[in-house]
C-alpha cells in the first residue's frame, strides 16, 4: 500500500513562495505518475500539475502557469511542488495523489490510486 506523506505547507504574504514535498513510501515510486491538488473550504478538490512517471513532462490548470513548478526525485521517492508568486486565492490544503503507469495528464482525484492527507497552504494579503 502506498502512503504519501506532504510537508511544507505554512503563512506566506501575498507574492511569496513555497516549496511542498510528497514523500512516497510502500511501493516502486517509478511506478506512479504524480499530481498535485488543492481543496479550498466549500470548494471541490482542484486539479494543479501533474508529473509522468520518469519525470519529463509535466502539466499544469492554467491559473498556477508560470508561478508553479512540478517535480519529482525518483531515487528519494519524493515529489514536489515549488509555488511563486503566491496569492490569497491560492489559500487551500494541498495534497499529492499518485496514478499507477499514469501519465501526468489526470486531473480528476477519482482517477489516482492514493493521496495524502494534504499540508495547509495560507497566503495573507
Known amino acids: 500500500q502506498v502512503q504519501l506523506v506532504e510537508s511544507g505547507g505554512g503563512l506566506v504574504q501575498a507574492g511569496g513562495s513555497l516549496s511542498l514535498s510528497c514523500a512516497a513510501s510502500?511501493?516502486?515510486?517509478?511506478?506512479?505518475?504524480m499530481g498535485w491538488f488543492r481543496q479550498a473550504p466549500g470548494k471541490e478538490s482542484e486539479f494543479m500539475a501533474g508529473?509522468?512517471?520518469?519525470?519529463?513532462?509535466?502539466y499544469y490548470t492554467d491559473p498556477v502557469k508560470g508561478r508553479f513548478t512540478i517535480s519529482r526525485d525518483n531515487a528519494k521517492s519524493t515529489a514536489f511542488l515549488q509555488m511563486n508568486s503566491l496569492k490569497p486565492e491560492d489559500t487551500a490544503v494541498y495534497y499529492c495523489?499518485?496514478?499507477?503507469w499514469g501519465t501526468g495528464r489526470s486531473t480528476r482525484i477519482s482517477e489516482y490510486n492514493h493521496r495524502g492527507q494534504g499540508t495547509q497552504v495560507t497566503v495573507s494579503s
Open positions: 495523489a499518485a496514478q499507477r
Open positions: 508529473i509522468s512517471r520518469a519525470g519529463d513532462s509535466t
Open positions: 510502500g511501493g516502486t515510486f517509478s511506478f506512479y505518475a
